[in-house]
Every structure is written in C-alpha cells, then in structure tokens.
C-alpha cells in the first residue's frame, strides 16, 4: 500500500512573540496548506506542523538554488538541515507520522525575519545589495521530495526529505501592509503563498503569463483562508473580535504569582504554599470564554540560584519572558523596590518591546499611605501598560486583573481546545498536589529538598477506581525520616491530604501508595534532573 502524502509545515522565528506569535504562525501553516493545495493540484496531501512557534538565532544557510541565484550542492545542504532535529523527532514520534502504515514526509521551512537578515541573504546568493520581502530556495520539488520519501531506503534514515526554505520580512511586509491599505495578516499570508508557489515551479520574472497565473493561484489560496487579494479584509471592530495570547506570570518568590493565577483561572491546579520556591516549572493556566482565551505561565521564582535545579528553575522562568504576548510582573506591596531580577526581566521585555502590567500584590498587608510612594519609585523604571495594586485573595482582584489583561493580547484564534484548562498531565498534576501538602505540613527546612515522582497512574479494568504509586524523595536521611514521621504518621497525613485533592480532579475514589527514598543532592544530580523533567536534555 502506498504511503500517504504528508507535508511538515516547519515554522522557524526570528522574531520576538510580540511581533510574530501563535496567531501569525496558525495563519502561515493555513496560507501554505491553501498553497501547496492550489499550486500543485493535489488534494490528496495531509499537513502537519510542529506544533511550536520557535525561535531561531543567526543566518540560515541556503541548502540548494534562491530562485534565479546560484546554487549551494546538495551533499552540502544534507549536512546543514538547521532546526531540523526536533522536527525530525516531532514527525517520527507523532500519531500523525504513524498512523495508517506511516506517511510519506516532505518538509518545508518558513523563516520570518527581519530586513537587515533578509538583505544579507539577497547580498550572499543574488549579489544584490537590499532587502525584498520574500525569497525562496528550492531544493526538491514536491513530487521528487515524495517520491524520495517513499523509497525505503530513504525512509529508514530519516522518513523526510526537503522541499525548500522561504523566508519573510516581517518588517518589509508591515511596511507593505501599510502602503497597500490591508491588514499584515493578509500581507504575511499573500507572502507565504508566494513563495510556496515558487518552490512548486512556478515564475514571474519577465512574464507576464507566469505572474497572472501565479496572482489568480494567489488569490484562491486566500480566499480559502478567508483573505482576499483583491478586496479589502473585512474585520469585526476590535471590541467585538475574538482575542488571544500568552502572558508570563513572573516574580521573585512568594509574591503571590499562583494565588492570583488560581484567583483568575478558578481551577486551583497551581500549587501554593507559605514557602519560597513551590513552583518549580513553567505550567500553562488557560481560561477561555466567548470572547477570549488567555493562556497564563505560571512560572518559578526568580532568585539566586544555589545548585543546578535553581538555575534551571531561573532559566525557563526568564525564557516565558521571551515568549510571551504580554508580561505580568508580580511584586510584594511590602518590598521597598524592585528586585535585580525583576529589572532584568523588564529588560528583556524592553529589547522585545513585549508589554508588561505592574501588579503590586498583597496590598492588604501594608498601610495605604504606603502605596503611592511604592508605585511612584517602581513607576520610574519602567513604562508600563499599567500599575495594578491588588490583594489575589480578594474576590476583586479578579476582575480587575482580567480586565487588564484582555487588553494587553492581540485579536486571534483559539490557541487551545476551548475545553482545555492547562498544559500540564495528569501525572503532573498528581505530583505537584503531593508535593504541595508535604510542603504544608513539614517542616522548615525540608521542602526545598523533596520532590516526587509518580510511578503508577492507572485506572483499573473494573469500576472507576484510581491507583496511584508516588515517591517522595529527600536529599537526608534524617529527612526521609521526619517524612514518614513516628510510625508513619507524617506520610499517612500527607497521603491522605492528597487524597481527598487527586479524587477531585479525577472524579473518582483514588488509591494512593507512597514511598520515601532517599537521593543526596539529587538538586545537583544531572541524572536525577533530567528523570524529574527539569532538564532540557531529556
């Protein structure tokens, strides 16, 4: 049986969030789909993407011919397939990939850039001295590119090959937008068309045949996507589109960043605690409504870090800074001023010119005569969107952060099913509730040094009970035996805390089997990080 046609819509990203997000990178995997649609006239091709709005650093080596330019070997291109490891990992591992006997892979790069990249491109393969808006570098066409897929020798090694590589002005085609009277959006999707339909053959230069075709090619492919060449975009007034994006919750500890992500979302998945540090990984909080969907990183503490967990911990925090369509940097209402790290993060927002409400938490705690001195110095570094002082635990805060926030996301598409209230796995979930009742209940200088793992997550054949195997593992001995606590009070308290939590969130009786094991300076153990899912490199 014949493998199906599947083509990777890879989508690498020069740009910061705030200027090319998760809307502009569902439009271009639409826009190209549309393309390879009507300029091949195949409507038996299936499309994946990966699923990531990534962002690349540096010039991207050409792997074969710019159209009209000079050529780069092939040999050479196989060696030079940039970014293209985790797609190769993301088209193999995917039920996409393996479904139905596996798919015949062609894959294509869509590269947005700047015009200062683009101009070096134009200098280096065409010998032209400025930038454009769109090039295209062939390497096969999409018949040859499939057909290679197919051969099982090919396919064995890497179940892909290479259509070619497109890069876009993201600048050059704001700048368009503007001079032709429609919206980016459309600007960016009539880029991408045609460039697709250049690595398919198609051609312009100096004929007027070939550039009539291509426009009335052009033009389906964006009316099939809902964008018109030739009549201007029909939008809904801002108050009335739909609205979505990213915002990175980031703050030093315990200055409330989860209380007030649980306070909006209403779904209490983020751990809190009294102590510093609970929060240890970047979990997506989602609450959609008719109107909006708001995606919140919850993210670590930033601090000083004192092993190898801290500094990770500090790394992912500052990288959903990058990421983010807007920021919410969490202060205590008790601090005298912003923190070091708190004014590197509104540097880092700065260079990406990514927005950022000030939400000074805790306001109940301190003397209002207090506050306007507090907002006055924080006020001064930085222009923020705005300064909202709240208490998270006060019903009002809900509002008036929510109110904030939808104004700081672009206009856009579901990110997430609308049924979806976080990223994070249930296996996760169910270690982050154990975790947080042994921070509540142990003692002060235990938790920083515990985490847990969950060996068994399965329902059983018959009823609806749960059953669920977790370690808690320590870094002492003497710790491991404050946990189980005199004749195992302390970790029947802590099962049965969990207990009542896991059996909320999945709606049934849950058993639950604890274990302690001891792991010293597991905070420092490579290995050990990399098994709990701290580490990048898994």
């Known amino acids: 049986m014949a493998k199906r046609k599947r083509v990777l819509i890879n989508i690498l990203n020069r740009q910061s969030r705030a200027q090319f997000g998760r809307n502009e990178r569902v439009l271009l995997r639409k826009a190209a789909e549309a393309a390879f649609e009507r300029g091949s006239g195949d409507s038996a091709l299936l499309f994946a993407d990966s699923g990531r709005n990534r962002k690349i650093q540096g010039t991207h080596t050409r792997r074969k011919t710019f159209y009209g330019g000079q050529p780069v070997t092939k040999k050479s291109a196989r060696k030079i397939n940039t970014g293209s490891t985790g797609f190769r990992r993301f088209a193999k591992g995917s039920g996409a990939y393996n479904r139905s006997g596996g798919a015949a892979v062609a894959e294509v790069n869509i590269i947005i850039s700047d015009d200062i990249s683009i101009r070096a491109e134009n200098i280096t393969h065409r010998g032209i001295d400025s930038a454009t808006d769109v090039l295209s570098f062939p390497l096969d066409g999409l018949g040859t590119a499939l057909e290679t897929a197919q051969n099982p020798a090919f396919a064995t090694q890497t179940g892909h090959t290479h259509i070619g590589d497109i890069i876009i002005s993201a600048e050059r085609a704001k700048k368009q937008a503007a001079e032709y009277g429609h919206g980016y959006e459309r600007e960016l999707a009539f880029l991408t068309v045609h460039g697709i339909l250049h690595l398919l053959g198609y051609d312009h230069e100096g004929d007027a045949d070939g550039e009539a075709e291509m426009n009335n090619i052009a033009e389906q492919a964006l009316d099939k996507i809902g964008l018109s060449v030739s009549a201007p975009e029909e939008r809904a007034p801002a108050g009335e589109r739909f609205h979505s994006g ?168 579901l990110l997430y099913p ?59 001995e003497s710790h491991k035996k404050i946990i189980i606590g005199k004749n195992g009070g302390m970790l029947k308290k802590i099962g049965a805390s969990a207990r009542v939590d896991l059996e909320r969130m999945q709606a049934s009786k849950v058993y639950l089997e604890l274990w302690v094991k001891t792991r010293r300076d597991w905070r420092d153990n490579d290995a050990m990080l990399r098994r709990m899912g701290y580490s990048d490199q898994q």
Do not use: W
């Not at 976080?422 to 996760?428: N, S």
């Not at 169910?430 to 009742?437: L, N, S, V, Y």
């Not at 018959?462 to 669920?468: A, F, H, P, S, T």
């Open 246 to 413: 990213f915002i990175a919750v980031i703050g030093k500890p315990n200055v409330g960043k989860s209380t007030l992500i649980n306070a909006i979302c209403g779904n209490g998945l983020s751990i809190v605690s009294h102590k510093p540090q609970t929060t240890r990984r970047n979990a997506k909080m989602i609450l959609t409504t008719e109107s909006y969907q708001l995606v919140f990183t919850d993210t670590p503490g930033l601090h000083s870090p004192k092993n190898r967990l801290g500094e990770q911990m500090v790394r992912r925090a500052k990288a959903a800074v990058k990421d983010a369509d807007a920021i919410f940097l969490i202060i205590d209402a008790r601090d005298r001023d912003l923190a070091a790290d708190d004014r590197e993060v509104l540097n880092i927002a700065r260079a990406s010119k990514t927005p950022v409400a000030l939400i000074i938490n805790k306001i109940d705690l301190i003397k209002k005569e207090n506050l306007l001195p507090l907002i006055a110095r924080v006020g001064a570094y930085f222009d923020f969107e705005c300064i909202l002082p709240v208490s998270a635990i006060k019903p009002d805060a809900r509002e008036t952060v929510l109110a904030e926030a939808v104004k700081l996301i672009p206009a856009g598409e």
């Open 418 to 476: 609308d049924d979806m209230i976080t990223d994070q796995t249930e296996r996760r979930l169910a270690e982050d509730i154990i975790r947080e009742k042994a921070l509540k209940l142990l003692s002060e200088e235990i938790p920083h040094g515990i985490d847990v793992e969950i060996e068994k997550f399965r329902k059983r054949e018959r009823g609806e009970l749960y059953d669920v195997s977790a370690t808690i593992y320590c870094e002492r």
